[in-house]
């Protein structure tokens, strides 16, 4: 793979009037099911975390805004323009020597299910716009970059892959969301993925998530944090 000056069709303009336009045609179902997957649509929000020691900010998407609360660490693509830009001097090196690994490796290298978790930390810090914190920001091969913008929050106790990335560099996993009528395990034994109550979510606390997604973005774009 290499990075080429290219030119892009702005598809995602006409996302919404393909996926209506795909009611009227006769088609077979796993025929439109193919177009529905490869269009791709998701719903989600965008967050801005603020970069500490800069007045400027990361922008992430996801489409768990009710977990915002959980997030412990960021993951920038390793081909993110930030990548080698928030590098600390003495992570410099080792940074560049892990970007130019990614390079080597397919799409479908990094997104096997599985596969062992690597990453190296740049040495630089972003303050979680809910809670204040002050949490690390990571580079990863399993984030890709023409994902959303390229940059994730990582709620490991809530997102598998955050889960084992975080077990593998013992970074914290806060758990936000309680699954109904049985709690969770204490310690963790594998991330929660399925809807649920939100907890240790300030002034969310008690809120259903599917809900607290709507609640969360509302609350972004009103403190000008993000928008969904």
Not at 138 to 150: I, K, R
Not at 183 to 192: I, M
């Amino acid at each position: 793979q290499k990075s080429k000056d290219v030119w892009y069709l702005r598809i995602t303009e006409y996302a919404d009037k393909l996926l209506q336009g795909l009611e009227g045609v006769d088609y077979l179902p796993n025929i439109k099911m193919q177009q529905v997957n490869w269009i791709g649509k998701s719903r989600g929000a965008f967050v801005n975390f603020g970069l500490t020691d800069t007045d400027e900010t990361l922008r992430i998407y996801t489409t768990r805004p009710d977990t915002l609360f959980g997030a412990t660490f960021l993951v920038l693509a390793p081909e993110h323009p930030l990548t080698l830009e928030l590098a600390a001097p003495e992570k410099r090196e080792e940074v560049l020597a892990y970007v130019e690994a990614a390079k080597r490796k397919t799409e479908i290298e990094r997104q096997a299910e599985g596969r062992e978790k690597t990453g190296v930390f740049l040495g630089a810090y972003a303050l979680n716009p809910a809670t204040g914190e002050r949490i690390p920001i990571w580079t990863a091969d399993y984030v890709l970059f023409g994902y959303g913008t390229g940059a994730i929050m990582a709620v490991p106790a809530h997102d598998q892959r955050d889960y084992e990335f975080a077990r593998k560099f013992g970074l914290p996993i806060k758990k936000v969301i309680e699954r109904p009528g049985e709690p969770l395990p204490e310690p963790l034994e594998r991330a929660y993925e399925e809807p649920g109550i939100m907890v240790n979510s300030g002034p969310f606390d008690g809120t259903e998530s599917e809900e607290g997604k709507r609640k969360v973005i509302a609350w972004l774009e009103e403190k000008g944090l993000g928008k969904g």
